[in-house]
């Protein structure tokens, strides 16, 4: 009889920083099979206690470390989640590679694409993991409507793409969230909520880059020049054209619509799914009206997603398998994720530009 395989050893976490993200990926890595956190980083011990103790995390064994520093210096962690401002990304995450940590870092993950190319060349020269938190895309409901987006007879080729995510942030969000300040993340609603339009719209045409992008004309803006709200509308050469719009100031809502020559997809909670453990969308193929056009025939499909484990543990768990492939069995680190997060950070980069220039187009750098 031969031997069992060797059971893996987890991937130890390191958190560097304790924003409110954090917690909800501090809790993934509790669920996600394979991961492990081993250390809290802060500006401060107490702070890291403090993160640690809210969220569960186990006392025996956990370092808490009182500087950023210290944490990517301790030798017992593999890979590091990243959840600081954008505008202090490019020195800790190229830190934490150069230092042979994992790096899976918070989006926005720069503040431009040459910030980016810092960061990936830093991650490739030393061999380890670049994984950004997107976290919808690691939900099974994706993998799911990848296969319908596929199937050309469901819905054929894809022309027009519209997502749209906002939320109706409060006066205290306005004022003094971090999003908001132009030191600490300077692309605003754009970088926080519309990053996840953008993938949507990449991820719709399997990440091939618009020719042109031309900004929404009147974005919303704060007093320090901030973005608020806005949006851009996306064109390539074969005629495919994809808007979104993005908002720190109207109703949460979380649409992706995709229109092909024979079929619509459509979901209403792209980002996060109404509810934890099952996920919904809706495929409407070679519609037609009905007789008398007192309807529709046939009606539109509904799918239902179910899955064991959130969407953010997902994500850890499928990180977690890649830095074991590379620490545990001599692989390579995967280089689609580095691609799809420079392609996103590329379409945002154009659309900033085109806002800057009061909305004219703006042609996408390859």
């Not at 808490?64 to 490019?90: K, M, Q």
């Not at 994706?142 to 596929?150: F, G, H, N, P, S």
């Not at 132009?182 to 880059?209: F, K, N, Q, S």
């Not at 995709?258 to 996920?279: C, M, R, W």
Request: with cysteine; charged share 20%; proline share 5%.
């Amino acid at each position: 009889m031969s031997a069992a395989a060797p059971e893996q050893r987890p991937v130890r976490f390191g958190i560097l920083g304790c924003a409110s993200i954090a917690r909800k990926v501090a809790r993934a890595m509790l669920l996600a099979p394979g991961a492990v956190v081993t250390a809290v980083g802060s500006r401060s011990e107490e702070k890291a206690r403090l993160f640690a103790a809210d969220n569960g995390l186990s006392a025996a064994g956990l370092r808490l470390h009182g500087s950023y520093e210290a944490l990517l210096d301790d030798p017992d962690v593999d890979a590091v989640y990243l959840p600081l401002p954008t505008s202090l990304h490019v020195r800790w995450a190229t830190a934490a590679a150069a230092r042979g940590k994992h790096v899976l870092l918070e989006k926005p993950t720069a503040l431009c694409a040459a910030d980016l190319d810092a960061i990936l060349a830093a991650c490739d020269a030393a061999e380890v993991q670049f994984m950004d938190s997107t976290m919808w895309m690691h939900h099974r409901r994706t993998a799911k409507m990848r296969e319908l987006v596929d199937d050309k007879d469901a819905i054929g080729d894809i022309k027009v793409i519209n997502s749209v995510f906002s939320f109706r942030a409060n006066e205290d969000f306005l004022q003094n969230d971090i999003r908001v300040k132009p030191d600490l993340d300077a692309l605003g609603a754009l970088g926080d909520i519309g990053w996840y339009c953008i993938r949507a719209i990449l991820w719709a045409v399997d990440y091939e880059l618009p020719k042109t992008v031309i900004a929404l004309r009147d974005p919303v803006k704060n007093q320090a020049g901030v973005l608020l709200s806005c949006g851009a509308t996306l064109y390539w050469a074969d005629g495919k054209i994809a808007t979104f719009s993005c908002s720190f100031l109207t109703n949460l809502t979380m649409d992706m619509t995709l229109i092909g020559t024979n079929g619509t997809l459509h979901v209403t909670d792209f980002v996060i799914p109404y509810q934890e453990k099952s996920a919904e969308f809706s495929v409407a193929s070679k519609s037609a009206f009905a007789e008398l056009h007192i309807g529709w025939d046939p009606l539109p499909n509904k799918h239902v997603v179910m899955t064991d484990l959130p969407q953010e543990a997902l994500m850890v768990q499928e990180f977690t398998m890649l830095v074991q492939n590379i620490r545990d069995a001599g692989g390579k680190p995967e280089g689609k994720w580095p691609a799809i997060t420079r392609k996103t950070q590329v379409v945002l980069d154009a659309v900033k530009a085109s806002i800057d220039k009061g909305s004219e187009p703006v042609e996408v750098a390859s």
